[in-house]
T-cell receptor, first 116, second 115 residues
Framework: GAVVSQHPSRVICKSGTSVKIECRSL??????MFWYRQFPKKSLMLMAT?????????EQGVEKDKFLINHASLTLSTLTVTSAHPEDSSFYIC????????????FGNGTRLTVT | AQSVTQLDSHVSVSEGTPVLLRCNYS??????LFWYVQHPNKGLQLLLK??????LVKGINGFEAEFKKSETSFHLTKPSAHMSDAAEYFC?????????????FGTGTRLKVLA
């Protein structure tokens, strides 16, 4: 149980375009989802916390107008990278947690974004 | 604020020998602790979790970890390494801040298994 599906797994786009990444909890309801960015051989950097039905909470230094997060239902959160630039190329990972206190995070398989 | 320190960025072991990946944490209250594994270009998979029950926690794939409050440690062990264990391992502590759970990641330990 506790499967998180992230789509697409890989995407290549041109500079200036926007890319949407979907994160779905398949067999549980996720009131909270997290979006991370991971640089090569580095740990995960939390970008934002997404709560169902409310605005996302962004970490310091993350541009909310560039990384749009929507969490419209208990099973779906989306991250849209707007006006992408080559420096946005990275590995993006979502995770979700169930409503139980101290529930572990369940991760998607990540999205490799390459901006040309 | 809580923090997590993974003492070794790289660990190499021979196949069939024991694995020890070290993790120390700082916490102002009883933490929840997790170990995750990440294979290349993949998401993170939960190996095991500690949430104030038994201090010795058994996880998947033969891994286990022991919570030692006196040493503020949560080291990950496995009696016999397998080639498929080669991956990146992350120790994570959960932190309740302003009514929201945040998960603080260690910097990761890359495990290499030698044939």
């Amino acid at each position: 149980g506790a499967v998180v599906s992230q789509h697409p797994s890989r995407v290549i786009c041109k500079s200036g375009t926007s890319v949407k990444i979907e994160c779905r909890s398949l067999d549980f309801q996720a009131t909270t989802m997290f979006w991370y960015r991971q640089f090569p051989k580095k740990s995960l950097m939390l970008m934002a916390t997404s709560n169902e039905g409310s605005k996302a909470t962004y970490e310091q230094g993350v541009e909310k107008d560039k990384f749009l997060i929507n969490h419209a239902s208990l099973t779906l959160s989306t991250l849209t990278v707007t006006s992408a630039h080559p420096e946005d190329s990275s590995f993006y990972i979502c995770s979700a947690r169930q409503t139980l206190l101290d529930s572990p995070l369940h991760f998607g398989n990540g999205t490799r974004l390459t901006v040309t | 604020a809580q923090s997590v320190t993974q003492l070794d960025s790289h660990v190499s072991v021979s196949e069939g020998t024991p694995v020890l990946l070290r993790c120390n944490y700082s916490s102002s209250y009883s933490p929840s602790l997790f170990w995750y594994v990440q294979h290349p270009n993949k998401g993170l998979q939960l190996l095991l979790k500690y949430t104030s029950a038994a201090t010795l926690v058994k996880g998947i794939n033969g891994f286990e970890a022991e919570f030692k409050k006196s040493e503020t440690s949560f080291h990950l062990t496995k009696p016999s390494a397998h080639m498929s264990d080669a991956a990146e391992y992350f120790c994570v502590v959960s932190d309740l801040t302003s009514g929201t759970y945040k998960y603080i990641f260690g910097t990761g330990t890359r495990l290499k298994v030698l044939a």
